[in-house]
Structure formats: C-alpha cells, structure tokens
C-alpha cells in the first residue's frame, strides 16, 4: 500500500462509517509493503471511530509489514492479532 493505493483504503474506511459500521477488521493477508501514505490512513480515522464506540483492529499481518508497524509503535495504537476470528471474538467480548 503505498500513495497510488492508499486512497482505495480511504475509500473503504470512509463508506463503512458513513454506514455507520465502526467496528472494522483490517485482515493484512494480501499486504505485503505498507509506505507512509497507507499508516496515514489508519491514523487519520482511528480517532473519530474511537469517539463513536469503534475501533479498527488489524489481524493477518506478515512479519515484514509488522515491522514497519512495530517500528512506529502501532501496537500500542491498535490491536494487532494473528487471526481474523481472534479480531472477531475481541469486537465480541464486553469490555
């Protein structure tokens, strides 16, 4: 995902909360290099799905494209599980 792809992202993330469907799962099997325009994405609508009760978790991450996360601290940002189904049954676990 770099800046010629990113906004298919944007996109996406802004259809689904325009639909009010805020709590999304990111599943990052297909991805394998995230530049600075597709992070800038992520952080750009965590904050309003945060204040509306979402989130966004990720899940499927290859160990390179960890990296880059890891490195700009976005496990502390967001949530980062191995499995799609692990992101599901956090969404559906209470608080």
Known sequence: ????TSPQLEEMLQNLIKDDR???IV????LDYI???????FMAYIE???QRGGDIK???MKPRVYNVFDLLGFPTLYD???TEDQAIHQFSTPN
């Open 1 to 4: 995902m770099d800046a010629h």
């Open 48 to 50: 309003d799905l945060r």
């Open 22 to 24: 805020i709590k999304i």
């Open 58 to 60: 990720l899940s499927n």
């Open 80 to 82: 980062i599980f191995e």
């Open 35 to 41: 530049a600075s325009a597709g992070l800038g994405v």
């Open 27 to 30: 599943n990052c099997q297909n």
